[in-house]
């Protein structure tokens, strides 16, 4: 992250649908990149990218956000655990597609 402030006037001037969209796509790579084995350095900057896109949200968006940083930075302080990739991986993605569910992009799997 070179420029935290363009990166956050960025994510800030899209539509919060957009952002939501954004926040999910990056919750979903994470999950992709522990799964495979990317460099911890990568992960744990991929982390902190996340839990400042969580910050920015705000309270314009889903009230679990604030939830979800949280867990996102726990794992961040803790990360490299290899015994828990599996674990994060699973967070990750159940985090993207609950804001996605949340946020009215996709509809909720209804058995």
Excluded at 50 to 59: F, K, M, P, R, V
Excluded at 86 to 102: F, K, N, P, W
Aim: with cysteine.
């Amino acid at each position: 992250m070179k420029n935290l402030m363009a990166m956050r006037e960025r994510f800030i001037r899209d539509a919060l649908p957009v952002r939501m969209g954004n926040l999910a796509s990056e919750l979903s790579r994470l999950s992709q990149w522990v799964a495979i084995g990317r460099p911890d350095a990568a992960v744990i900057d991929l982390m902190r990218k996340i839990a400042w896109l969580l910050e920015w949200s705000g309270d314009a968006a889903l009230p679990e956000l604030p939830d979800m940083q949280r867990e996102i930075c726990r794992w961040r302080r803790s990360w490299p655990a290899e015994s828990a990739r599996s674990v994060l991986s699973l967070r990750a993605r159940i985090m993207s597609e609950r804001i996605l569910e949340d946020s009215g992009l996709i509809q909720a799997n209804v058995p």
